[in-house]
């Protein structure tokens, strides 16, 4: 996964060559921000790294106990 | 560069297919994991869904008319505020991007392709939806108007031949074990799936007259919940108690349609339909994800995060949903309290400092 990911990044970064050329340096720093994340994903599953990593567990701790009691009062 | 517009239209199109795609996929599972008999009084209940949402965005485009839902975050709670506010919404975005491609991947790994690796068929679902985005709303909206004449050939058909099998005895009797399964199994459709509609507020400012987006998901809600109940009645009639143990319950019913000797495996046309459907929605998604960020962010067009953001959200949908059985788990226990703090609590809080500080302005003049 870890490879796809990496040709993507060099396919879009050359598709979108323009947009960056005129970018300004925070619009470049998003779009880097988000490359980066991608890729540090697509490391953890190439690297199977991602069985101990949970991305979903803040969400679960913060409304798992509210949408218990959601189904409890029912 | 011109403004973009979209018409009615394409928004209640675009709004039916955001909550059906992924809708047909996942949702008959979770209901079925409550309630089997009964499941089509849960879809009833999608119209108090519905409302809801539908109060939620009459309330924000009154209060904050021609704007988006991130913009009037911005302009109601402040520059900072109202970014902070508007960074959680585009989180809540891209956890829904992720889960329907996931949800998506899941169903075309299990039924069609079951020996490609799922980060395959994901990258092309979210190149796909990315491509769609960087060309703009009116391609994104194109696909809907698109695939909907086609969707109204096929399913129908489908499902009035799925009908042959129908045993009304499945459906009875009627709320034997009472309203408590019903209720419980309406929570994931009824809320989750109903706030999915407030989407339709990050399009507002693309309509010509955005005051008729409430009149608009009336409509939906309507179409959906008509819909809904169909495929429940037929679906269960169908398919009876063993909707139980399956995993997609609505393909199972196609599955069972044979037309003399030789005509069978129509339930290809259904999983393309769902695809099709799966792929609009993530365009709708993605596409509002990148129109937030351009507000949050200051970027001069949406399409500087579009490619980018798609390679996020696929990597996400892997990464971040292990199984499908994770984004069962995020759809039952987590998302219900999520979107209604994320869907109805933000853009509330929103209107009611807009309004207050509106009052508060009246009164210095």
Redesign the interface.
Known sequence: ?IW??LV??IC?AA??TN??R???R??IT??AA??V??????S??SWHL??D?H??AP??A???S???W??EI? | MSKVQISRFQIILALVWSVLGSGIVTAPFIITQFVIRDAWITLILFTVGGLVSTSVAALFVRVLPNRSLICGLIDALGPWLGRVFGLWILVWMY?VSCKTLREGTSFVGITILPQTPL??IA?AGA?ACSYAVYMGAEVVMRNGEFISPLALIVFPTLFALSMQHLDVQNLMPVLADGW?PV??AA?TPDVTYALELLIGLQFAHMLRNNRTLPKDMIIVTGIITVLGILLAVVTVGVVGQSAGYLQFPILEAVRSIRIGRNLERLDTLYILGVMSTVLIKLSVFHYAWCEG?KDV?????H???A???G??V???S?????SQL?VNH?M???????FV?TLVGIPILAVLVMAFRKRAKRRVC
């Open positions: 996964m796809l990911a993507t990044v879009i598709v979108d947009s960056l005129q970018a300004s925070h619009e998003v779009y988000l490359v994340l991608a890729l540090a994903m697509s953890l599953v991602w069985s990593v991305l979903i969400f679960d913060m409304f798992g509210m949408t218990k959601l189904y029912l | 956890l980060y395959i990258f190149i408590h209720l419980r929570v960020m962010f200051k970027l001069s067009s399409r500087i995060v490619l980018s953001g390679l996020l696929w990597a996400g892997i990464a971040g949903f292990r994770e995020f039952i226990s987590v998302a219900p309290a999520y703090v």
